[in-house]
């Protein structure tokens, strides 16, 4: 089993920044890939970007692309989302992710672990 606890959510005015963590446990951290999904009050949980398990490749939609980056350190067992230039539709939970050795992907039912996730708001 494998347990994640998301980290580093608050209140951002539009265009600035925040860094979310997700620590993880229970499993070799290497052989995870992991993702970050978002829900906003009244819509469908939502892929926004993933990291494979060998690092090889990261995945990202086109409303992350340019403004969220996604990394990990292996080492803290760790996967942060650095999101910069917010908008208010930036609004949302969200969610760490983890399938081990998966190919991430964007369905949530592709993913084995979630996180309990961490509120985002953004402020105009």
């Known amino acids: 089993q494998v347990r994640l606890v998301e980290s580093g959510g608050g209140l951002a005015q539009a265009g600035g920044s925040l860094k979310l963590s997700c620590a993880a446990s229970g499993r070799t951290f290497s052989t995870l890939s992991m993702g970050w999904f978002r829900q906003a009050p009244g819509k469908e949980r939502e892929f926004v970007l993933a990291i494979s398990y060998s690092r090889a490749s990261i995945y990202y939609t086109d409303s992350a692309k340019g403004r969220f980056t996604i990394s990990r350190d292996n080492a803290k067992n760790t996967v942060y989302l650095e999101m910069n230039t917010l908008k208010v539709e930036d609004t949302a939970v969200y969610y760490c992710?983890?399938?081990?050795?998966?190919?991430?992907?964007?369905?949530?039912?592709?993913?084995?672990?979630w996180g309990q996730g961490t509120q985002v708001t953004v402020s105009s």
């Open positions: 992710a983890a399938v081990e050795r998966g190919i991430p992907r964007i369905e949530t039912t592709a993913w084995d672990y």
